[in-house]
């Protein structure tokens, strides 16, 4: 059973930094791709970054290209989420994804997904 636990959200003033965390576990996930998607309330949840386990290629959302980083530690089995520079459009629920396939996909068509972290930026 996959499963996947977000961690780090909070407050943080704008211009701050936070890193959002997303330990794994239930299976060797080196043939995933990890993702992060938000949602605000009225909204549908929407893509920030993935990252492929195996090779550490990445993608973003054009919004925080530039503000945030997606890596991954194997020996953890963790995936991170480095927020910088943060502003308070990115006031969100993030989430944590896991795809059965080593592409870097956009779409909420991942295979498990987490809890869900809130991050709330202040102005």
């Known amino acids: 059973q996959v499963q996947l636990v977000e961690s780090g959200g909070g407050l943080v003033q704008a211009g701050g930094s936070l890193r959002l965390s997303c330990a794994a576990s239930g299976r060797t996930f080196s043939g995933y791709a990890m993702g992060w998607f938000r949602q605000v309330p009225g909204k549908e949840r929407a893509f920030v970054s993935t990252?492929?386990?195996?090779?550490?290629?990445?993608y973003y959302t054009n919004s925080v290209k530039g503000r945030f980083t997606s890596t991954r530690d194997n020996a953890k089995n963790t995936v991170y989420l480095q927020m910088n520079n943060v502003k308070p459009e990115d006031t969100a629920v993030y989430y944590c994804?896991?795809?059965?396939?080593?592409?870097?996909?956009?779409?909420?068509?991942?295979?498990?997904w987490g809890q869900g972290t809130q991050v709330t930026v202040s102005s």
């Open positions: 994804a896991a795809l059965m396939a080593p592409a870097l996909a956009t779409t909420d068509e991942y295979d498990y």
């Open positions: 990252i492929i386990w195996s090779g550490g290629n990445t």
